[in-house]
């Protein structure tokens, strides 16, 4: 499993003050505890006004680059503005995230088409959040086709297929995970995504639902996810998962990462 450390965002309370307060201590301590816990992108959304966007994004680059190695997910609703930040980051990293709405996929897309960077990708257009799995898979169809024009390859890219509020769902997870499992049969390299936690708002006691969700989603392809790497319940489930899908030989990463430290026993 890919893991996008979702930790460093402005819209979390906690992280919103430090951001404001520019605590410089707090968003590397983050940084490094997310990278030490397995992340393999450091998300970083400032979720502050579009005016002061870039100037606070630049700080938390600088923060996070001098704290770890770890790529940076650059995470903005403004493909304009990760337009701008693309080249503040030292290194190759991620673009969460473009979709199919207005120019953001002609916008970033050619900006990264001759690099290493990796793009989060949205199944939404103009016409907002497709309500069925075709219309969803249609929306990929012409992402896909961006993708060929730009000549990025489908390994570059972590398909979101919105994962939307499970007390609001007539069919449970069933048009998310239909959407999974076509999308990698059309193209077995690529990477499918999305915000694990999405599922459960409005919910009480969401970690069990969160938890339930990351181990069906693996099953029908999930293979990268937005979430904290910090909680060691969440994770031990992920090796366990990548173990049990035949995905871990001899389960070396499971018991690598328990020697580790990474997980614990779930009570």
């Not at 816990?37 to 966007?53: K, L, R």
């Not at 990293?93 to 897309?109: A, H, P, R």
């Not at 990548?242 to 018991?255: K, P």
Request: charged share 25%; glycine share 6%.
């Amino acid at each position: 499993m890919i893991i996008i450390g979702e930790k460093i965002n402005g819209s979390i309370p906690s992280i919103g003050k430090a951001i404001a307060d520019r605590n410089d201590a707090h968003i590397r301590d983050l940084a490094k505890r997310q990278a030490e816990a397995g992340a393999a992108f450091i998300d970083v959304c400032a979720s502050v006004g579009e005016d002061e966007e870039l100037e606070t994004l630049k700080w938390l680059f600088g923060l996070v680059e001098a704290a770890v190695d770890t790529p940076i997910s650059v995470d903005s609703p403004s493909a304009d503005i990760i337009a701008k930040a693309i080249p503040l980051c030292k290194k190759n990293g991620l673009v969460n995230s473009v979709s199919m709405e207005g120019n953001k996929v002609d916008t970033i897309f050619p900006m990264i088409a001759d690099s290493k960077w990796e793009c989060v990708c949205l199944l939404s257009d103009d016409t907002g959040i497709p309500k069925s799995a075709a219309d969803r898979l249609r929306v990929f169809d012409g992402l896909m086709k961006k993708a060929a024009e730009y000549k990025i390859p489908p390994e570059r890219l972590h398909i979101d297929p919105l994962i939307e509020m499970l007390c609001t769902s007539e069919d449970g997870i069933a048009k998310v995970t239909e959407t999974m499992r076509e999308i990698k049969k059309q193209y077995p390299t690529i990477h499918i995504t999305g915000g694990a936690s999405n599922i459960s708002f409005n919910l009480p006691a969401r970690k069990f639902i969160n938890r339930a969700f990351i181990i069906l989603a693996m099953s029908a392809g999930m293979d990268s996810a937005i979430i904290d790497p910090l909680n060691k319940d969440m994770m031990g489930l992920i090796y366990a998962a990548e173990a049990l899908l035949g995905q871990d030989e001899m389960c070396i990463e499971y018991i690598n990462a328990y020697r580790a430290g990474l997980f614990g026993e779930v009570k």
